[in-house]
């Protein structure tokens, strides 16, 4: 808008030596500056490097204390060594997820193949629907018993092996065991984050650990079975073997951090307003599936107290989660001058009365970099929290490697613009830090190495059923 004095005392024009009109910033534009000032302060505060060591240092605190204690998250699995890579074989892999079936054959050729030492030779999916949910006891697994006999039908060796007395053995990424009614022998059961370390390790032995960042969280880690208190293992028969000296642990990683990360008001609405307040906090704060719904409610303060949208909220942003970081991700790769595609997204998607102005699409912009800043750097302490962990419970056997490699997967760590690549920048700078304090000087600190572990549910499911047939 022009600014008007009031004309008051005002001088005569002929003695007036120039006239200059003066454009200022709209209020609300203003209010928006005030209030993006401020998320970029939270949400930034803990960007240096050396202020998110110490939140890694409180992080592997808290995993060391629940390594001895607590019964949910450090849990110790029934896979206690990694593979050879020599394992080879054709299996059947099932994966389970919350609205999708999974079936496929994986074939593993050896890490000394040249090419594609593991692949999925062919995969089938199913949508979960609400149909599907909603049928109960074995129904449920005649389902899926009818998805992989249709699957195996398409594949001429499979199919083959179907008619032998000899079952197809299977490994299955999924919770708890199944029994179906198929010539199939289920020989193994992994989680999502076991399943990654087992896929990733296959073709690389320094692997030690995995982390998967999608709509949630988790980890896994390779650790000495000495590392935890007795009773974590319960009731269970430890294997014999004298080389049987550690165990794959699943860390439930998305449990962790309540103690460590600083959180913002719009963290904590999103905490209260969640049918399990508090029970995951690392995962509230950093993964896909609520990401877009911090951003949404700071979009939803802005338009109460700074006017964006003229302060009327598109009925479609009125929703919870109805912001998807995919939309989020689309934004940050957004590099036109005037954000064009951005406001066509959300015009469309919103169904806003007209597009954001280029200065409302801005500030929504640099809204999603601060809450895509914190994810990252919240990430890369958590990582470096593992890394570190496994440095100092697991030296000695770190000494066969000159690095650590860390398997990745999930739709935000592998395809979120930049965020591997900035995580791994980061990484670096930790490890370079430490040891420049003299805590890590001479101590034998491995680089951690970021690697992308895609199909991770499906492939390590395959390397797990063929460790356990090779152990047969």
Known sequence: MILVHPPVDLPRLSSLKSTVVE????????????????????????????????????L????????????QCMLPSHNYTLPTGMEHGTYLALEVGGSTLRVALVDLRGRNTSRHPLRIRRIVSSTINNDVRDLRGVAFLDWIAEKIGEMLATDREASDHMQLKEPLPLGIAW???????????????????????????????????????????????????SSLHSSKFGLRQL???LDTTHVLVNTELSMFGKRAFPTTRWDERLNAQ????????????LAGGYLGEIVRLIILEATETADLFGGILPFKLSRPYSLETRALAAIEADTHPWLSPSRK??????????????????????????????SQRYFTAAVYALSSLLHDLDRANLQAVDHISIG??????????????????????????EDGSGSGSGSGRKRVVLESAGESAVLGAGVAVAMANAED
Do not use: W
């Open 23 to 58: 454009n200022v910033t709209p209020m609300h534009e203003s209010n928006m500056d005030i209030l993006l000032g401020e998320v970029q302060q939270l949400f930034e505060q803990h960007s240096r490097v050396e202020s998110l060591l110490a939140l890694s240092k409180k």
């Open 60 to 71: 592997q605190a808290e995993f060391e204390e629940r390594l001895q204690s607590s019964p």
């Open 175 to 225: 919770s708890f065991p199944i029994e179906l009614h198929l010539n199939i022998r289920l020989d193994a059961i992994v989680n999502d984050s076991s399943a990654a370390v087992l896929s990733r390790a296959y073709i690389d032995p320094s692997t030690r650990l995995a982390v998967i960042l999608g709509t949630g969280m988790n980890a896994a880690i390779h650790l000495p079975i």
């Open 239 to 241: 294997p014999s073997t």
């Open 274 to 285: 969640h049918m399990l307040p508090d029970f995951q906090p690392m995962e509230y704060l």
């Open 345 to 374: 997204l959300f015009h469309e998607t919103y169904s806003l009365a007209q597009p954001p102005t280029p200065a409302e699409m801005r500030f929504i912009r640099k809204v999603i970099l601060s809450v895509s800043l914190r």
């Open 408 to 433: 990745c997967d999930g739709s935000v760590v592998n395809k979120y613009p930049g965020y591997m690549e900035k995580s791994q920048v980061l990484l670096d700078q930790l490890t370079r830090l």
